[in-house]
């Protein structure tokens, strides 16, 4: 008997931990309100929140720290693009964000805590992220406490993970272009479509995400999933999906992601697209 226990100590020194977020604080892809305030004294459970800061200032849900937009981007060349995993794990982790939590995020933009899940995401913590279905205005409707005290960073620890087959270039999106299993969702608007957009592109506009826009409140999971039917995404489809500059984008991603949708993102979006050497680009109404 000693021996067997000897043996399979010495299995398990060779097995890497990999922290995660207690199962009982799993609640999915989105949380709702009352989840999120019975929750709040919870301590595997963080809230982030991000949009703009005059809007946190003014008050929050209790224990929710802020991270701005640009704490997660670089410039370069005027171009917008994600930060390197070994700066964006840093500057999240200052928000609250952790490898043993349930990290719930909200905001006033619903692009910019798109493009927050799609960080977290893009960092291999993506199963543990979780949106509130809802913005302040619709926690504060719902009677639920706020407050303005802002707490100090936090010090927790957040490991950044490979995370391959989320965030897509541009030469992975013309390399599936032809490919029928593989749906191309343009998240921008009518007009930024008509002036050019990807070839074979279909057009989901993101406001079609939520039945209450001002409360930012999602439709159900089976309402967005047949937006995307919609689109052309048939049951054994992946999509990847672009705007702009990887904003909407990154929200439409997590709408794919919250519909059960194989999804990918193309981050560097129709500003990549369109400096790419003789990458074709379609003119005109749907």
């Not at 199963?127 to 279905?133: E, G, I, P, W």
């Not at 993970?161 to 009518?190: C, E, F, Y």
Request: with cysteine.
């Amino acid at each position: 008997m000693s021996l067997l226990l000897f043996a399979v100590s010495a299995v398990l020194t060779l097995i890497p931990f990999t922290p995660r977020a207690q199962n009982t604080t799993d609640p999915g892809l989105v949380v709702s309100l009352s989840w999120l305030r019975s929750h709040l004294d919870d301590k595997s459970v963080v809230v982030i929140t991000t949009g703009n800061r005059a809007v946190y200032d003014r008050d929050h849900i209790p224990g929710a720290r802020f991270i701005a937009h640009d704490d997660t981007i670089r410039m370069t060349g005027g171009a917008h693009s994600l930060l390197e995993p070994a700066v964006l794990a840093p500057a999240l982790s200052k928000a609250g964000a952790r490898d043993d939590a349930r990290i719930v995020l909200y905001g006033d933009s619903a692009m910019a805590t798109g493009w927050l899940y799609m960080t977290l995401a893009s960092i291999g913590h993506g199963a543990q992220v979780s949106m509130l279905d809802g913005n302040i205005d619709a926690w504060r409707a719902a009677g639920h406490p706020v407050s303005t005290d802002v707490p100090a960073a936090a010090t927790g620890r957040l490991t950044p993970a490979a995370a391959p087959g989320i965030v897509v270039d541009a030469p992975w999106v013309k390399s599936h272009l032809d490919d029928n299993m593989t749906r191309v969702i343009d998240s921008r608007t009518q007009r930024e479509w008509d002036a050019g957009h990807l070839p074979k592109a279909t057009l989901v506009l993101w406001q079609d995400l939520f039945s209450d826009l001002k409360l930012l409140t999602f439709k159900p999971k089976d309402q967005v999933r047949a937006l995307f039917k919609q689109a052309g995404v048939g049951d054994n489809s992946q999509v990847v999906t672009y705007c702009a500059i990887g904003m909407r984008a990154s929200l439409m991603y997590f709408a794919a992601r919250y519909a059960g949708i194989p999804a990918q993102v193309y981050v560097g979006s129709f500003e990549d697209w369109q400096r790419q050497s003789g990458y074709p680009v379609v003119k005109g109404p749907a």
